[in-house]
């Protein structure tokens, strides 16, 4: 229950930060996902069954910010989870570099779906390539960092270190 | 039942997908007006604390351009505020020099400082006063405390004035007590020395010197300074006298050019008070 209760503080803020410190690089339109971060994260802790549920809250969090595509982030981010359960039950995904490339492929697959919600007629492949990819990689990039930090400061350790 | 429930347990991770496409797709079908009221009441409640602390951050950094614009201001309001002030002193003491001048039995100019420490000529100052306001070559110039010097070259708007502490100038001068004459000039360190006053002479510390006005330049009475030391050799017939300057020469920013009648006169013919080394 205390561990619920932390994640629910852990995920508002998360959402908190997305919205007001992961605003969009000036002139560059890319962003780094924290609460899909946050959700790979907590799914590495609690299981994937558990951590959709987590992607359904704050997917809705996402979405109140935008009502006319709203259900989008619900959406994007259960899939996003869903899928990262799928391939860690695949693959040894606790390798940081491994988990960065998830983190970059499940990025792209959270904005694909999200573009198809949103009600904003946009050209698909240009803003794939404009903002899409650029963003993912810089999320992806951003994961690795944080788990090398917390591979150091011993929050995360991968399990074939532990082996 | 348990069938399902088991389902359910062994495929959380399907079914809470399929629930949250079916969450999703739901809302993203409902009415626009359901979905802004979610998104209202959502607002409202959870993003709160944000937006107060969005709030607050604008407000700060409103108040630091503010404070930045009144730091701006209040150094601004400050240096007016030293500006008056130094007016308010400079009319002070122009209060107090018009006050002096109308005590003097001479006609004066009062002459503002313009320049000074020439290096050619260290014992000079230039003030802004010139042949245009009267001002002649050989007219003594004093402050409201002593005498400052004389006026050595003239230009129109200008004047040099050789001040008592440049060593070419010499002064004939009493002991304001005694009556004890002797020559004024120059001594190091700012100071002046009264000369050719014989050892038996009755001169103290603290006797007020002044112009003796035989020399016919500086009128009689003239203050020059006080006597701060008496020094009196083991062998000769003259102690010397250490004189400090009334005039506060080294922060002179008025002076008065005395018309003392004598202006026109030959310098030459002039005893004492026109002795100089260089032949001015």
Known sequence: MTRRLLYILLLYLAVGMQISLATPLPGLGWDIDIVLLFLVIIATKVGHGEAVIWAVFAGLALDVFDPSAMGGCIVAKSTAIFLFGVLSNALNLEQPTLLAVTIFILTLIDRIIYRLFSPYSTQFG???LRFDLPSAAVTAIAGLIVLLIAIRMRVFTPRTVEE | MVTLIDFIKRHSGQVMWVLA???GVLLSQ???????????????????????LSGAYHTFKNRRVENLQLKEELISTRLKIETLKEIERENLRLRRALGFSQRLEYATVLAEVVGRGNPRMPGSIVVGSGAKQGVIVGLPVIDEHGVVGKVISVSDNTSVIQLITDPNLKISAVDGRSRVQGIISAASGGKLVLENVPVTADIRNGDPITASGLGGLFPKGLKIGLVSRVMVPQSGLFSKVEITPSAKL?????????FTGIAGMNTDSVAIDTISGDGR
Do not use: C, Q
């Open chain 1, 126 to 128: 240009w803003a794939f």
């Open chain 2, 21 to 23: 496409l079916i969450i």
């Open chain 2, 30 to 52: 409902a009415p626009f007006t359901v979905k802004s009221a979610i998104s209202g009441a959502l607002m409202d409640t959870i993003y709160r604390p944000f937006d107060y």
């Open chain 2, 250 to 258: 080294a922060t002179l920013e008025e002076v008065f050019i005395l």
